[in-house]
C-alpha cells in the first residue's frame, strides 16, 4: 500500500471515529446501543494511571478502563466465561464477557477493585512465570529494553537497529528480534534477558513498574478468591506455542495449569493462547492437559467453528474513545464503514 493511500485511510478512520463521536454526545446511538443483539469475548491486558501505550499498544488507562464498566452497566449484559460458554445469554442486551491476558499486578491493583465496585465478572489469564523465578514476561522486558536502549544494539554477535516503532530489526535479514525470540524455547528468551539487562536496567524506575510487574502468587491467590474473578491459565512462559515443540508445548501446558492449581487451590480449565497462536497440535495438546475452554483471537482453521472449546475474542484499542471501542465491539471491526 502507498504511503499516500496509508494517510489518506487514516484520515478516514479518524474523521468516522471523530463523527461517531460526536453523534453519541449529540445521544444518536443510544436505539443502536439499546437494540443491539449477539455475543463478544473481550481482551484486556494492562492497567495503569496514564501514558497507556508508553511501551505497547495493549494497555488502558484505569480511568478508560472505568468508564468501559460504566457504559457496560448501562447497555450491556456482562456474563462470566462459564456462562458465555453455556451461551446463557441475555436476549434483551448485548453481550460480553471480559477477560485479562498476561497477569499483570496492575490487573489485582486496579482492575480487580473495579470489579468489585461494578459487581461485573472477568476471567484473568496468567503465566506460571513467577514459577521460573521472574516478575516480568520476556516480552515485555524487550519491549522496555527497545523503548530505552540504543538506536543500536549487538546482541549475539548480531546488529540490530531500531525502526521507526523502537522495534530492533536485524540490519543483515530484516526479521525483529522479538520475532526471531519468539521461534525460541525460553533458555533463550532468558539468556537475552540475562545479557540486556545491564545494558538497560530500567527496573529501578519505580514509575514504570505497573508496564511490567507480573502478580505475586498471593496476589494471585486474592484475586482468585473474589466472586466477580476466574482465572485461566496463559502458559508456563508466555511462548509462542505453535512456535516451539509440541512436547514442550504439552509439558507447558500442564505445569502452567498445576501451578496455577496449587496456588489458587481452584480448578483450572480455561487456556488462552499467548499471541493468539496455536495450531491443531497444540489445540489437542491443550484439551489433553485438562483444558476444557480455548481461547483464541481469531480463528485459524476451517475446522475450529466446529469446536465447542474454541471461542474467538476482540482485542479492546487503547487509541479509541469510549464510545467508539462499544461500537466496533458490537460490529467486531475497527474498520466497519
Excluded at 483444558?291 to 484499542?317: G, S
Aim: hydrophobic share 35%; charged share 25%.
Amino acid at each position: 500500500m502507498s504511503l499516500s493511500r496509508k494517510i489518506g485511510l487514516k484520515i478516514y478512520r479518524e474523521s468516522k471515529y471523530l463523527l461517531r463521536e460526536t453523534g453519541y454526545r449529540l445521544g444518536l446511538y443510544s436505539r443502536f446501543y439499546r437494540s443491539a443483539r449477539g455475543c463478544r469475548i473481550l481482551i484486556y491486558h494492562g492497567l495503569c494511571k496514564e501514558d497507556p501505550t508508553r511501551f505497547n499498544p495493549i494497555f488502558l488507562t484505569k480511568d478508560r478502563f472505568e468508564d468501559h464498566l460504566k457504559f457496560y452497566k448501562k447497555y450491556f449484559n456482562v456474563i462470566s466465561l462459564d456462562d458465555y460458554y453455556a451461551r446463557n445469554f441475555s436476549n434483551e442486551r448485548f453481550n460480553v464477557c471480559l477477560t485479562f491476558d498476561d497477569g499483570f499486578a496492575n490487573n489485582y491493583k486496579y482492575a480487580l477493585p473495579l470489579l468489585e465496585k461494578y459487581q461485573l465478572p472477568a476471567t484473568f489469564f496468567i503465566t506460571a512465570i513467577g514459577a521460573a523465578g521472574y516478575d516480568i514476561l520476556w516480552n515485555d522486558f524487550l519491549s522496555i529494553v527497545s523503548k530505552y536502549g540504543p538506536e543500536n544494539l549487538t546482541y549475539k554477535r548480531k546488529l540490530y537497529r531500531k525502526d521507526n516503532v523502537n522495534k530492533y530489526i536485524s540490519v543483515t535479514d530484516g526479521i525483529s528480534l522479538a520475532d526471531k525470540l519468539r521461534n525460541a524455547g525460553f533458555t533463550e528468551k532468558a539468556d537475552m534477558m540475562r545479557l540486556l539487562y545491564p545494558q538497560v536496567p530500567f527496573k529501578i524506575n519505580q514509575a514504570d513498574m505497573d508496564y511490567w510487574l507480573q502478580m505475586t502468587p498471593k496476589e494471585i491467590r486474592k484475586l482468585a478468591a473474589s466472586p466477580y474473578v476466574t482465572i485461566g491459565s496463559h502458559g508456563y512462559y508466555h511462548n509462542d506455542l505453535a512456535r516451539i515443540k509440541i512436547s514442550d508445548t504439552a509439558e507447558e501446558l500442564i505445569l502452567s495449569k498445576q501451578y496455577l492449581e496449587s496456588v489458587t487451590r481452584r480448578k483450572i480449565k480455561s487456556f488462552a493462547f499467548p499471541y493468539g497462536s496455536y495450531s491443531p497440535e497444540v489445540v489437542e495438546a491443550a484439551k489433553g492437559a485438562g483444558y476444557r475452554q480455548l481461547l483464541a483471537m481469531d480463528f485459524k482453521f476451517p475446522q475450529d467453528i466446529n469446536d465447542p472449546a474454541l471461542l474467538e475474542r476482540f482485542t479492546v484499542n487503547p487509541f479509541i474513545s469510549t464510545h467508539n471501542q462499544m461500537y466496533a465491539t458490537i460490529k467486531r471491526s475497527y474498520e466497519h464503514h
